[in-house]
Nanobody, 127 residues
Framework: HVQLVESGGDSVQAGGSLRLSCAASKFTSSTYCMGWFRQAPGKEREGVASIDSEGRARYADSVKGRFTISQDKAKNTLYLQMNSLKPEDTAMYYC??????????????????????WGQGTQVTVS
């Protein structure tokens, strides 16, 4: 059973930075796909970024150039570095994992149904 625990959410002023972390239980497979998603009040969940075990990352246009997804395999931790934050980035941020991803398959935040494991979320508020 995969467990994901997010942390790092906070209240910041516009233009500020935050780094979110997602601690994951160790996957049984060396290949996986992980992603960050967010949901603002009254809005649908949207994908933010994704990364596969090979380190290939994808970003939503709304965060490209401002957010960076990364991973520390030794610590089983996923990160989301968020810079130049805007009020519209305010949302609950969720980490998600697809531990059954295989090399050659699509790993993308645009395919939330592929992610079978989700964390509880961490709140980011930008004012």
């Amino acid at each position: 059973h995969v467990q994901l625990v997010e942390s790092g959410g906070d209240s910041v002023q516009a233009g500020g930075s935050l780094r979110l972390s997602c601690a994951a239980s160790k996957f049984t497979s060396s290949t996986y796909c992980m992603g960050w998603f967010r949901q603002a009040p009254g809005k649908e969940r949207e994908g933010v970024a994704s990364i596969d075990s090979e380190g290939r990352a994808r970003y939503a246009d709304s965060v490209k150039g401002r957010f960076t997804i990364s991973q520390d395999k030794a610590k089983n931790t996923l990160y989301l570095q968020m810079n130049s934050l805007k009020p519209e980035d305010t949302a609950m941020y969720y980490c998600a994992a697809n531990p059954f991803w295989t090399y050659g398959a699509v790993c993308s935040y645009t395919r939330p149904a592929d992610f079978g494991y989700w964390g509880q979320g961490t709140q980011v508020t930008v004012s």
